[in-house]
């Protein structure tokens, strides 16, 4: 039924992988014997595991392709991310063997180190993939976000009633409140699900973070109140704010979730086209000095 | 005195603007001076449903095999091309038409009927055409000066039209509702309730309309228990007149610019039927017996168009023209004989005419005997001729492509097999077909003149055993909707299949070693229950003396404080059996998940099967052992069975192939919908984050191909249908009427324009061109598309795509599944 790309067909790519760096590691291994020329990339081994390492990474970035090609029958875009997972990883162990980890300050270790970066915000991704999704669905709580926007919505209709009944500076302060209420944001923002929210109070505008300057005032002004009529009302707005507080972290949470999800996507692609450049400089070049 | 015609012709649609043109035309080849025939409307304007369509909206003209024979012109087109065509018709043929009068009453006979109006007149006529369709005339309100004006309107097109005025709405439906809720954008606007709720109206209606009469900050009131008084008219267009209104508390006047009345309609049976014509049955869709030239049992009195159960503006329009003729003594040739002829070309044996070959099928069938002849006609021109031809014949007769022709089968082949979505009736005329019950059940005879197949045309099920063509044999296949009309309009046709379908579901399922008349006997004790959807059929803890079979739907078994799902049934299973195997006290609640049909059979009957078959004892004792194992299983992880319980809730009972998706594996990266939307002309039939959840599985809004589809209903071109695997899918007849979206309980249909088609894959990605793979999120359609009009568009599982359902394909992380009704105890336990 519901199969995890990890476990995609009993682990398949994963055993494929195994075979892939099992097989890497003997053909380097059998370079040790000839102690003129040590493990590199310029034995016939070392070309081998280089060939097999740049046909590999073509490969891998061709997923980005074949996802988009929604009629394909070339396999399922889940066995392809399945096999794109577990062959990516084995490829860290194939090119280290192809370089036999011989670095320097030149194209050759650039490439090395951007499939690093392209393999690791890989994990990352791989990580939020795997973890974040029952995250995401918790906090929902079973509901879809329209829904919870559309609570929100609600929410604020009542207060705006509500408000109609208190005096003009509360008033005032309340439905600023309602204005300067942010969702989302920048990339920081949502990544680190920052509530920015403010209020207008009669000494300026300050933070409503978790809208808390809001429910404090109003809990400041209910033991105040003159009249029964007041108080009902003061009471039904701090609980409106309080049902509030708790739509927008449910919401900004969701925000970071979805941003998070996406965000290494914004890295692991560009960085692979940037891999992609310098691998071909990398193989042009160790051929011109042949 | 009063007017006298020769033809009356009642109510100005289609059907009967092309009567009166036909009548028209009458007139001026005889030179009368005077009309002989009057039109007559209740309604200010002619064809008042077409009128009432949405600005610019495509009207099709299907079916496309049928030419139009009319005086009134008709081709596809927008609505104001074809009104202002019929406009135009009205105009230069002079047609005697007769607006606002709505007909009241018809009385006398042929040669001398007597028509009164509301506007009190009376008038005579030889003949009378009815043709007032099925939607019948809106409620007035009752009081003097209520007739249509600009004051007092019935309808509402256009809600912006006005503004800054105080409109009272009367009415507590759906309809007031959302004009009172859209008026106030721009008005003051009073909603009078005659009720003190208002209990008729959807939800979502209902919470708008009581947050807008509670929001202190909208011009918006209600008055309820309130019924009208009188009304006082504007002294000049545009000034205010005022409503009286019987309040609670007494009399009040409300002045108003304007009156929007929606009570609902009067449907048209009830003057149908005080005109004297009959409708045998009284199922809603039933329709009057008329003869071959449209006449109802009463003489002179025709009955033509959506109301003598043509909904099709061709078909109404055709028949306006014929009417006119018979009553003229012209015997014309129907318009549909060359499709007739079609059908029975490849016939072993030829007759001069069709009408023959009908009537002599006609006499052989004793279920359609009694039948009137031309619902018969209209049977068979819907339904497929199949004739079936030796090995070595059939391989040199040239199949035939036109979707009328005689369809050829090969002797000793399946006419449908084990397994396969169909849901077409068959009749067999001549020869002899082989049919079985279960997949590996005994073989069955049919003879001349029986039918089979009512099986999966009643639960909508996939065929259960296969029947074979044995020799020479001439079948009559009729699609499930025409069959479905056939059984609501002709009590006689609904019985027989029926009580066959009883006899057999018993055969299948206790497999009585008994005869045909001992079957017959113990089928009449057999009693068959219907189920709304989340009704008990028994409860845990009553004491049970029958077992049900299931007939059509599903039936979920729950138990316990908390009424866990334990166990969920289709169609051809039994629930309740332990009643009458071991304690009489139900162990379990049976509920109704969708709407089900059940055969509730009693002890003695129950006994007298089995005893007649001693294996039958056992099979039944094994199969009530298999289900103790699975719901003792259930019982036992409630999580699992809430997670079932949940499914059921979505309506997943009637689900023959449902798209479920895992929370826990879902990134939300939308390639799913993607996928739906490059795959389907750039329109997604999936809306992934809308929909339930539990338990991490997720339900998305999207097509889950019913048993019996909800959207199959009500199609008039009959656009909708399913594939023998199971898929449910719209042809290109559609012409985006919007039924089926409206009939689709789970909002898993919609009415989109065509987009424009989207550059390649490679010039999005490298150099920025178009929206990139899915839906974009809006765009405008070109003028083709908008010439074309709305279709209605929907999943099709992705029956022409090789690789399967291509949302499935599309999700990287394994996270969307489509499942069958079978896989979902399997999908709940494994987690």
């Known amino acids: ?290 | 005195m009063a007017e006298s015609y020769h033809i009356a012709i009642i109510g100005a649609g289609p059907a009967g603007l092309s009567a009166a043109g036909r009548a028209a035309h009458h007139d001026k080849e005889s030179g009368a001076s005077n009309p002989t025939y009057v039109l007559l409307e209740g309604f200010s304007t002619f064809a008042k449903t077409i009128q009432k369509y949405q600005k610019g909206k495509h009207v099709m003209d299907t079916p496309g095999f049928l030419d139009l024979r009319s005086p009134v012109p008709f081709v596809a087109g927008t609505r104001e091309a074809i009104l202002d065509g019929w406009q135009n018709s009205i105009d230069t043929d002079g047609i005697n038409i007769r607006y606002n009068s709505e007909v009241t009453a018809i009385e006398g006979e042929r040669g001398n009927f007597s028509i009164k109006t509301s506007s009190g007149e009376t008038i005579s006529a030889e003949h009378v055409i009815m043709s007032i369709g099925t939607q019948g005339n809106p409620r007035t309100l009752g009081v003097p000066g209520d007739a249509e004006s600009d004051f007092v309107l019935y309808t509402l097109d256009d809600p912006e039209e006005f503004q800054k005025e105080t409109i009272v709405v009367v009415g507590a439906g759906d309809a007031a509702i959302e004009n009172a809720i859209a008026l106030a954008e721009y008005n003051k606007v009073y909603i009078v309730n005659r009720r003190n709720e208002f209990s008729r109206a959807k939800d979502g209606n209902l919470n708008a309309v009581l947050a807008a009469i509670n929001d202190k900050s909208r011009d918006f009131h209600c008055f309820y228990e309130t019924n009208i008084g009188g009304l006082e008219l504007p002294d000049a267009p545009g000034a205010a007149g005022a409503i009286i209104l019987n309040t609670a508390t007494g009399e009040e006047r409300v002045e108003c610019h304007r009156i929007i009345a929606r009570l609902g309609t009067l449907p048209p049976r009830k003057f149908v039927e005080s005109c004297g014509i009959e409708i045998s049955s009284p199922s809603a869709d039933a329709v009057p017996d008329v003869d071959n030239e449209y006449m109802s049992n009463v003489p002179g009195l025709y009955v033509i168009g959506a109301l003598g159960g043509y909904p099709l503006i061709k078909q109404a329009m055709n028949q306006g023209y014929d009417v006119v003729e018979y009553i003229h003594g012209n015997h014309v040739e129907p318009v549909d004989t060359p499709i007739l002829k079609k059908k029975f070309q490849g016939l072993p044996i030829k007759m001069p005419t069709p009408e023959e070959v009908l009537s002599l099928y006609q006499s052989k069938i004793p279920m359609f005997r009694r039948m009137n002849p031309l619902a018969f006609r209209e049977l068979i021109i819907e339904s497929r001729i199949l004739v079936g031809l030796e090995p070595g014949e059939f391989d040199r007769t040239p199949a035939d492509d036109d979707e009328h022709a005689t369809v050829f089968i090969k002797d000793g082949e399946p006419v449908y097999q084990h397994g396969e979505y169909s849901t077409s009736f068959y009749t067999l005329v001549e020869g002899e077909v082989r049919m079985q019950l279960d997949e590996d059940g005994a073989w069955h005879d049919i003879k001349p003149g029986q039918f089979f197949g009512e099986m999966s045309l009643i639960s909508g099920r996939p065929r259960q055993g296969s029947a074979i063509a044995e020799r020479d044999c001439i079948l009559i296949e009729t699609p499930r909707r025409i069959m479905v009309k056939l059984m609501n309009s002709n009590e006689e046709v609904r019985a027989g299949i029926d009580r066959v379908f009883i006899i057999r579901a018993l055969q299948s399922a206790f497999k009585p070693n008994l005869s045909l008349a001992e079957m017959a006997e113990i089928a009449d004790n057999v009693e068959s229950c219907q189920f709304k959807p989340g009704e008990a059929i028994f409860r845990e803890g009553e004491e049970g003396d029958a077992l049900h079979l299931i007939r059509s739907g599903t039936v979920t078994l729950s138990r316990g404080k908390e009424q866990l799902v334990v166990a969920k049934r289709h169609s051809g299973e039994i629930v309740g059996q332990m009643a009458l195997m071991g304690s009489p006290m139900r162990r379990d609640t049976a509920t109704a998940a969708v709407r089900a049909e059940t055969l509730k059979v009693r002890r003695p009957e129950f006994l007298k099967m089995a005893n007649s078959q001693p294996d039958t004892v056992e099979k039944l004792q094994d199969g009530l052992s298999t289900l103790l194992r699975q719901t003792n299983s259930m019982a036992s992880q409630p999580e699992s069975s809430r997670a079932i319980g949940f499914l059921m809730d979505q309506g997943l009972g009637e689900a023959t192939n449902a798209l479920v998706i895992d929370e826990a594996l879902c990134v939300g990266c939308d390639n799913c919908e993607k996928a739906c939307a490059e795959t389907h002309g750039g329109i997604s039939r999936l809306r992934r984050e809308e929909g339930a959840s539990f338990a991490s599985l997720h339900v998305p809004i999207v097509c889950r191909h019913c048993e019996l589809p909800h959207c199959m209903k009500d199609c008039p071109p009959d656009a909708l249908r399913r594939s023998p695997t199971g898929e449910v899918f719209i042809s290109d007849t559609c012409i985006g009427c919007g039924n089926c979206e409206t009939n689709c309980p789970y909002d898993a249909i919609k009415l989109s324009y065509q987009p424009k088609p989207k550059p390649s894959l490679f010039s999005w990605l490298f150099f920025g061109r178009g929206s990139g793979p899915g839906e974009p999120d809006s765009f405008t359609p070109t003028d083709a598309s908008k010439n074309s009009g709305k279709k209605a568009v929907k999943c099709d599982a992705c029956m022409n795509l090789a690789g399967g359902p291509a949302c499935v394909r599309a999700c990287p992380t394994g996270a969307a599944v489509r499942l069958g009704p079978e896989q979902f105890i399997e999908l709940v336990e494994a987690r």
Request: glycine content about 8%; proline content about 2%; aromatic content about 10%.
């Open chain 1, 1 to 290: 039924m519901h199969e995890s790309l990890l476990s995609w067909q009993r682990f398949r790519y994963l055993y494929i992988a195994l075979a892939l760096a099992g097989a890497s590691i003997v053909l380097y291994i059998t370079q040790s014997g000839n102690t003129a020329q040590p493990p590199n990339g310029g034995t016939w081994q070392g070309y081998t595991l280089g060939t097999v390492g740049a046909l590999l990474i073509l490969w891998l970035s061709l997923l980005g392709i074949r996802k988009r090609q929604y009629s394909s029958n070339v396999g399922s875009v889940q066995s392809w991310a399945s096999a794109h997972v577990y062959l990516g990883i084995a490829l860290l162990v194939v090119a280290t063997l192809h370089c036999a980890a011989q670095f320097g300050w030149n194209v050759h270790t650039l490439a090395y180190v951007l499939m690093c970066l392209v393999i690791g915000t890989g994990i990352y991704g791989l990580y939020v993939y795997l973890h974040l999704p029952r995250a995401m669905a918790r906090n929902h709580a079973g509901r879809d976000v329209n829904s919870w926007m559309k609570e929100l919505g609600d929410v604020d209709d009542g207060i705006r009633d509500a408000a109609g009944n208190v005096d003009a500076d509360l008033q005032a302060m309340v439905l600023s409140a309602l204005d300067l209420t942010r969702l989302g944001g920048g990339v920081f923002a949502q990544i680190f699900a920052q509530d920015r929210c403010r209020v207008q109070t009669g000494s300026g505008v300050i933070s409503n973070q978790g809208q808390q300057a809001l429910i404090d005032e109003l809990s400041r002004r209910i033991p105040d109140a003159r009249v029964v009529r007041e108080a009902e009302t003061l009471n039904e707005l701090m609980a409106l704010f309080g049902r509030r507080q708790v739509i927008l972290n449910l919401l900004r949470k969701d925000v970071q979730y979805r941003a998070l999800l996406k965000i290494w996507l914004y890295f692991h692609v560009p960085l692979t086209m940037a891999l992609l450049v310098a691998l071909t400089i990398h193989i042009i070049v160790v051929f011109l000095y042949w």
